[in-house]
Nanobody, 120 residues
Framework: QVQLVESGGGLSQAGGSLRLDCAAS????????MGWFRQAPGKEREFVAA????????YYADSVKGRFTISRDNAKNTVYLQMNSLKPEDTAVYYC?????????????WGQGTQVTVSS
């Protein structure tokens, strides 16, 4: 069992930066890959970024590549999403999840989400 709690969301102007944290608990956390997804109002939840259990492999949605960076610190049981050069279309609720892949079905555990709003 893995419990996930996101934090760090908020309001940013276009071009700004935010960092999201995902704190995990559970003895098996470090054996899981981790991912970030987001869901805007009226839209499906979409993949943003994922990182392997060791942190050695990561990949991104094309829409965020070069602007967002996923990382993890297994000693702190935390996964991060650094978001730079934010755009209004990045506005969504962001979720972290335990698993690995680009679709929601590949993830077993989910956080409650944190709101990110980017103004133009």
């Amino acid at each position: 069992q893995v419990q996930l709690v996101e934090s760090g969301g908020g309001l940013s102007q276009a071009g700004g930066s935010l960092r999201l944290d995902c704190a995990a608990s559970g003895r098996t956390y470090s054996s899981y890959g981790m991912g970030w997804f987001r869901q805007a109002p009226g839209k499906e939840r979409e993949f943003v970024a994922a990182i392997s259990w060791s942190g050695g492999v990561s990949y991104y949605a094309d829409s965020v590549k070069g602007r967002f960076t996923i990382s993890r610190d297994n000693a702190k049981n935390t996964v991060y999403l650094q978001m730079n050069s934010l755009k209004p279309e990045d506005t969504a609720v962001y979720y972290c999840a335990a698993g690995f892949g680009v679709v929601t079905a590949q993830y077993a555990y989910w956080g409650q989400g944190t709101q990110v709003t980017v103004s133009s």
